[in-house]
C-alpha cells in the first residue's frame, strides 16, 4: 500500500482544519491506520488510529480527544483527522501510516511499516 497525506497548512490558534490520506488500495480491515506527528526536536508521537481489526472504532492521543476527530470514506481508501480548536502546540508534520502490528500497539509507530510523506500543519497564536 502507499499513502498520500495532504491538506496541510497556517492556521491561527482556535482555527480548523482537516487533513486527509488517501489509500493506493484497500486499506481498512486489512491495516491498522494510524495518524503520526512530529513536532521539530521532539519525537513522532500518536495523535488517532484505526485497528485493521477494529471496524469504526477510533483510538486517539489524551491530548487530542474532544478536538480532533477520525473519519474514513472506505469507497476512496482515504482517511481524514478533522483537527479543531487547534491549538499552538498542535504544529508538526503529520504523517499517515498502515501497518500489520496487534490492535494493542496501534499507538506505536514502530509496528507501521508504510508511511505517507507527511503535511505541515502550522499554529500561531
Known amino acids: 500500500v502507499q499513502l498520500q497525506a495532504s491538506g496541510g497548512g497556517s492556521v491561527q490558534a482556535g482555527d480548523s482544519l482537516r487533513v486527509s490520506c488517501a489509500a493506493s488500495?484497500?486499506?481498512?480491515?486489512?491495516?491498522?491506520m494510524g495518524w503520526f506527528r512530529q513536532a521539530p526536536g521532539k519525537e513522532r508521537e500518536f495523535v488517532c488510529g484505526?485497528?485493521?481489526?477494529?471496524?469504526?472504532?477510533?483510538w486517539c492521543a489524551d491530548s487530542v480527544k474532544g478536538r480532533f476527530t477520525l473519519s474514513r470514506d472506505t469507497a476512496l481508501n482515504t482517511m481524514y483527522l478533522q483537527m479543531n480548536n487547534l491549538k499552538p502546540e498542535d504544529t508538526a508534520v503529520y504523517f499517515c501510516?498502515?501497518?500489520?502490528?496487534?490492535?494493542?500497539?496501534?499507538?506505536?509507530?514502530?509496528?507501521?511499516?508504510?508511511w505517507g510523506q507527511g503535511t505541515l500543519v502550522t499554529v500561531s497564536s
Open positions: 501510516a498502515a501497518g500489520l502490528g496487534p490492535t494493542g500497539l496501534l499507538r506505536q509507530s514502530s509496528t507501521y511499516k508504510t
Open positions: 488500495e484497500r486499506a481498512f480491515g486489512r491495516y491498522n
Open positions: 484505526y485497528s485493521k481489526s477494529g471496524g469504526l472504532n477510533t
